[in-house]
């Protein structure tokens, strides 16, 4: 019987010997859409803990984030867990001595960061080498991707980078700019706020080979042929990520950025000599986008246990976040430190504070 595999290289290979051009590119973008369906249903399996080689992690998810260590074997993921987390996670000069997730919690600045210690992956992981799909199944869920290798293995970066995204997961990439409204009636109707590359018969194949006959779909980008399919398929994680290169006792390599993806600024530590575990946790904290809140009441300010919350959010999306009493009452705020113009300045509940702004909130 034709797996998903042979499925995804035959249509592959068919794309492969299609010359892209205006005339064909409504066909290209079919068959990549069919490829993203097969791709999905694979990945899929093992999200839900299915599948028939073992199903997938079940692992809870606790703390402010989660963050997944994705990288080849032996390269130091576990002895970096046991470092900087309460884990202890085996670690071993053999290749494949993680079998499992370990879950380690770091406590950083008051924020309770979780991080996953996986299997390593190799090349092939995506379409099932090694532990491959349900690690990068438990990578999807995860708030931050830490990237790592070590010294001796940093040409391996380009291939994980690939293995992530064959498993849907977008990295430092904006969601597509696209919404789609399923219709009753009507056909495929496409509203353009920008001059398109792509045509309006790819964008109706692309609806069609997903199931849609009747829909709006609106689209706010010049959006390539593989964003608007993973507008259309709808489930990719879009995630930031770190590159962390271990093992630099051992020397760092002078052609070290040939490998690494243009103005990515990686973190080089060494897990065994706790060299740069401060740097790095520092640079988590940065990816993930935290900043502190110290609540006052009354004259107290409680600088013991900071609010964690994430830039750009408002004064009344984090007390949605956070079990405070009566907090429906509140309807502004007064502000101290970082963020105020002055000692107490009033401000309402669309208020956007910063690291370390104080806040006492005012019924
Ligand atoms: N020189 C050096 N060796 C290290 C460092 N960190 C880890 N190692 C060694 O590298 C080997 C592999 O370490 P692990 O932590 O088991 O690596 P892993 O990435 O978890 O490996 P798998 O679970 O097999 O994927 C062990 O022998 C460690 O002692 C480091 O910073 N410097
Ligand atoms: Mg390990």
Redesign the pocket.
Known sequence: MQTIDDRISEIEKEIRETPYHKGTEHHIGKLKARIAKLKEEQIEKFAKGGGSGGGGYAIRKTGNATVV?V????????????KITNAE???????????NVIPGMLDFRGAKIQIF????IVSGAASGKGRGKEVLSVARGADLILI?V?VKTINLVPAILKELYEAGVRLNEKKPEVTIIKQASGGIKVNATTQLKISYDTIKSLANEFRLANAEVIIREDITLDRLIDAFVGSRAYLPYLIVI?????GIPKNLNNFLPIGCKPVL?????N?NLEQLKERIWQSLGFIRIYLKEDDFIDYEKPVITKKEIDLKSMLEEVSIRRKETFKSAKIYGPGAKYPGQEVSLTFIPQDGTIVQFLA
Not at 117 to 120: A, I, T
Not at 246 to 250: E, F, Q, S, T
Not at 269 to 273: N, V
């Open positions: 260590l990288g080849p074997p032996s390269v130091g993921k576990s002895t970096l867990l046991n996670s085996k670690v071993g000069a053999y290749d494949f001595t993680t079998l210690d996986v299997p390593g790592m070590d271990n093992k630099v006792d051992l530590i060494s897990s065994e000599i060299e």
